[in-house]
């Protein structure tokens, strides 16, 4: 199997929007992320966008909106809702990443471009990638002190920002109508390995058979065992394909793509008390969920919890683990349409997971994700549309 071309973190997610003073808001007022700096004048001109970079700990994220047409933010909404339309990694050596992607394959947006400043040099190059029309770039920064160039830095922060404890981001989960050429891609392209997979129904397959609906879904992990990122990666699983929320996510979304980013916090339940006096939305989670959790504390071999139940149930907070004492904690945020009361904002949105000694990716919590994510749509008017056949 090809070895891995030298990731060594995720260092950024770019988000296309139509309203950057409206995600600023979210990522500023809300999320309490701090502004690092804004596109430039010739920046603006030559890119046909207006952009901002926000950032809390490690975790970077980079808006654009179209300034006219033509750009790149442009052409991704002219054909989807918001979304992540690129994903850049840092990587040890730039020139041996593009040698490797280009032995295997790799297909190239650009070469190789290289920057100076005052510190030091930039060298980055984009490939194309299965995950609809987001695009992968991979960056070697050698003492090159601004975010990217054009970027004008902001001023100096009054406060701190980061009250919530944001660290980095933990993992990508994007959704594909069928995914195995993605995972071919990623392991035969990228080097990555399978981390982890599952496959669920929400309805017994037997007795599935016997109604009118059901959904469910395959779900592979693939990462890069030297640097620890992790992709997840969902497609529907039969029967009622058209249900499937995966299949509403592509729908939605108008293609394949990134379907939410994961951020690590060292604390979730004083982050999630925060973001809920902010007025942060997340998705519900019935107290059924909390009723059984004793019990599955017990089968699953977790064992007792540092926090109390109760406070979990409160706050919506999910558990899952299969070791003594060793667990995470998650929670999932409504995607961008649902926060924003508007379907151009798309169905991305954010989870934030704490890690207690589990590595995984809550395979007991599968389902209530999924489920959580139907009594959306449901509450919407989107469910139940994609069982129409579309032409």
Do not use: C
């Not at 599935?208 to 030297?226: E, F, N, T, Y």
């Not at 109760?310 to 998650?330: A, C, H, M, N, P």
């Not at 924003?340 to 704490?354: L, M, N, S, T, V």
């Amino acid at each position: 199997m090809p070895n891995g071309i030298g990731i060594l973190r995720v260092e950024a997610l770019h988000y296309y929007v139509h309203d950057l003073d409206r995600t600023r808001r979210f990522f500023v007022d809300q999320l309490d992320f701090v502004e690092m700096g804004s596109s430039g004048p010739q920046l603006e001109r030559e890119g046909r966008q207006r952009s901002a970079a926000f950032r809390a700990g490690d975790a970077l994220f980079v808006i654009h909106q179209p300034v006219g047409e033509g750009g790149r933010a442009w052409r991704y909404l002219r054909k989807h809702p918001e979304g992540v339309g690129t994903v850049v990694f840092d990587v040890e050596d730039v020139t041996r990443a593009f040698a490797l992607l280009d032995e295997r394959g790799g297909t190239f947006i650009t070469d190789i471009q290289r920057f100076t400043d005052d510190g030091g040099t930039l060298a980055m190059f984009s490939i194309t990638t299965p995950f609809g029309d987001t695009t992968f770039r991979f960056v070697e920064r050698r003492g090159f002190q601004n975010l990217f160039p054009g970027f004008v830095p902001a001023p100096a922060p009054t406060r701190p920002g980061n009250r919530f404890g944001f660290e980095r981001i933990d993992h990508l989960t994007s959704n594909f109508q069928t995914m195995k050429p993605a995972l071919l891609w990623m392991e035969h392209v990228l080097g990555l390995e399978t981390f982890w997979q599952i496959a669920f129904h929400t309805n017994d397959v037997a007795a599935a058979q016997q109604r009118a609906h059901g959904s469910g879904l395959k779900s592979v992990v693939m990462w890069d065992p030297k640097s620890g990122v992790k992709f997840a990666n969902n497609e529907p699983f039969r029967p009622f394909f058209k249900e499937s929320q995966i299949n509403i996510f592509a729908e939605d979304n108008r293609g394949d793509g990134v379907q939410h980013s994961a951020l690590s916090v060292k604390d979730i339940v004083g982050a999630v008390r925060g973001l809920r006096e902010r007025g942060v939305a997340f998705m519900t989670t019935p107290g059924t969920y909390y009723d059984a959790l004793p019990e599955r504390l017990q089968t699953s071999g977790i064992g007792a919890l540092d926090e109390s139940i109760d406070v979990l149930r409160d706050l919506g907070i999910l558990v899952d683990g299969s070791k003594r004492g060793e667990y995470l904690l998650q929670i999932f945020l409504k995607e961008a349409a649902g926060l924003y009361h508007d379907p151009e904002a798309g169905p991305f949105f954010f989870e934030i997971i704490q890690r207690k000694g589990d590595q995984g990716f809550g395979a007991g919590n599968f389902r209530a994700l999924f489920e959580a994510i139907e009594r959306e749509q449901a509450a919407q008017g989107t469910s139940g549309r994609a069982a129409v056949p579309r032409m």
